[in-house]
């Protein structure tokens, strides 16, 4: 059973964005575009690289990061 994380780290939200990625890849090769599940979790993983902060808080994700992190952290 999955139980949720407290906090995500920068590297579990990098970890995730790499697996949607490799999942999802960018359908032009002239373009790179990130799936929904990608970018959900780059606007998370962004924030934290701009305010240095090491973690965010589980419950501050909204329904479609968290999803996208649960399909990884599984």
Same mark, same amino acid.
Request: hydrophobic share 45%; proline share 4%; net charge negative.
């Given at each position: ?25 960018? /359908?032009? =090769?002239?373009? #790179? ?6 970018? *959900? +979790? !780059?606007? @998370? ?9 090491? /973690?965010? =808080?589980?419950? #501050? ?6 999803? *996208? +992190? !649960?399909? @990884?952290?599984?």
């Amino acid at each position: 059973m999955y139980q949720q994380p407290v906090a995500v780290t920068i590297a579990q939200l990098e970890s995730a964005i790499n697996h949607w990625r490799d999942r999802r890849p960018a /359908s032009d =090769e002239d373009q #790179t575009v990130l799936c929904a599940e990608a970018r *959900a +979790l !780059a606007d @998370v993983y962004g924030f934290l690289i701009f305010s240095g902060a090491p /973690s965010v =808080e589980y419950s #501050t994700l909204n329904a479609m990061q968290r999803e *996208a +992190l !649960a399909a @990884v952290l599984r």
